[in-house]
């Protein structure tokens, strides 16, 4: 099992670009990467994957690279409401299909 | 956007009690789970469910437990005898046959409170 790593905190203010990252030093070569996002009382919400280099949504982009052993999680311009707590997850197969493995992820607190 | 709903939103119950936990997946969606965050601490799987049976379930999934898709479009998970320290909220998530197995959807959670 691949076991993530990220910072238990982080504060930001509205209108800033928000990193996290996430180490994942025993990804295998067939693990995705990917990021969730939980608001209080509120079950995760799946924000972006990726499997090596760039990935870009709407919301978020994910940069991811060569060697993978990490990744990090960019917010651009965060409001209020993106306070949350982000979980980094690396794929784990089984059967031909996953169940998901969290770990305590990244507590956001954006301020005014 | 069609989206997985769970019922009740929040269940208080007492110790030795049954609970059943009710599930809408998305309508064509295969893939079922159950997972739960004890208040404060991380997701935990607890099962996963395919084709009408258990695909995998974690050591906390013990006989205490048990899930049903009694129909169509109903998952349910059923605890048999309450403890304590099963209070906690409980998603319910669901995924499509052919998509990326980490893009689950999760329901909004039930609140479990064993007094």
């Known amino acids: 099992l691949a076991k993530t790593t990220q910072p238990i905190s982080m504060d930001s203010y509205e209108g800033q670009e928000v990193n996290i990252t996430c180490s994942h030093n025993?990804?295998?070569?067939?693990?995705?990467i990917t990021w969730y996002q939980q608001f209080p009382s509120q079950g995760p919400r799946f924000i972006i994957q990726?499997?090596?280099t760039k990935v870009t949504n709407e919301v978020a982009s994910l940069f991811i690279p060569a060697d993978r052993k990490s990744s990090t999680l960019s917010l651009p311009r965060v409001s209020l409401s993106d306070t949350a707590v982000y979980y980094c997850l690396v794929s784990i197969m089984n059967t031909g299909f996953q169940k998901l493995v969290f770990g305590t992820g990244t507590r956001l607190l954006v301020s005014p | 956007e069609p989206e997985v709903t769970q019922t009740p939103s929040h269940q208080v119950t007492q110790m030795g009690q049954e609970v059943i936990l009710r599930c809408v997946p998305i309508?064509?969606?295969?893939?079922f789970y159950w997972y739960r965050q004890i208040l404060g601490q991380k997701v935990e799987f607890l099962v996963s469910?395919?084709?009408?049976?258990?695909?995998?379930k974690s050591e906390i999934f013990d006989d205490q437990f048990s899930v049903e898709r009694p129909d169509g479009s109903n998952f349910t998970l059923k605890i048999r005898s309450t403890k304590l320290e099963d209070s906690a909220m409980y998603f319910c998530a669901s995924l499509p046959a052919g998509a990326s197995t980490d893009t689950q959807y999760f329901g909004p959670g039930t609140r479990l409170t064993v007094l």
């Open positions: 309508s064509n969606h295969l893939y």
């Open positions: 025993n990804i295998a070569t067939n693990d995705y």
């Open positions: 469910f395919y084709n009408n049976e258990i695909s995998e």
């Open positions: 990726g499997y090596k």
